[in-house]
């Protein structure tokens, strides 16, 4: 006889549905195999016997009255599928994201029609930038009578653009 053997981990695990009586016959009649043979696995099985009659001599408690209604009402709340739309921080979000699409396109249309005009339509000061020379020296062109005097200034390079650059 083995004094020393002891319940394997799988048999520890079975050992409350023994001590119930609600362990196949096959397990069963291999716990009381090891229990006949050893003395610390027979010392094992009648102290968690005892822990379950010191369990029944506590009073039993009871459960309030509205507990199952708490119960049923919470597993109901958890069965409900989840349904994202319905969550008040997506509703939020897409808000949100539609607000910001709409102020993203009014700026995007903005820049658009500024860059549109800005190339487009001509500008009056930029004409008048590209005609500075002229206005600068109009006085002497006004006293010009015929053609032939102002090709003769054009020829001698006097006003040319190239050189004052």
């Known amino acids: 006889m083995e004094k020393t053997a002891r319940l394997n981990a799988e048999q520890r695990e079975d050992l409350v549905a023994y001590l119930d009586g609600e362990l196949p016959d096959e397990k069963a009649n291999q716990i009381d195999q090891v229990i006949a043979r050893s003395e610390v696995a027979r010392h094992e099985v009648e102290a968690l016997a005892r822990t379950f009659e010191l369990l029944d001599v506590l009073p039993a408690l009871r459960a309030s009255e509205d507990f199952a209604g708490k119960t049923l009402t919470s597993l109901k709340a958890m069965e409900e599928p989840f349904i994202l739309e319905n969550q008040w921080w997506f509703v939020y979000a ?4 539609k607000m910001a699409c709409w ?4 700026v995007a249309s903005g820049w658009i029609g500024f860059e549109l005009t800005r190339h487009w339509i001509p500008n009056p000061t930029e004409q008048v930038l590209s005609d500075l020379p002229v206005i600068e020296n109009l006085h002497q062109y006004r006293e010009v009578t015929d053609f032939e005097f102002l090709r003769q200034l054009k020829q001698s390079g006097l006003f040319d653009d190239s050189q004052e650059k």
Do not use: D, P, V
């Open 103 to 106: 102020i993203g396109s009014l």
């Open 94 to 97: 897409t808000r949100t994201a």
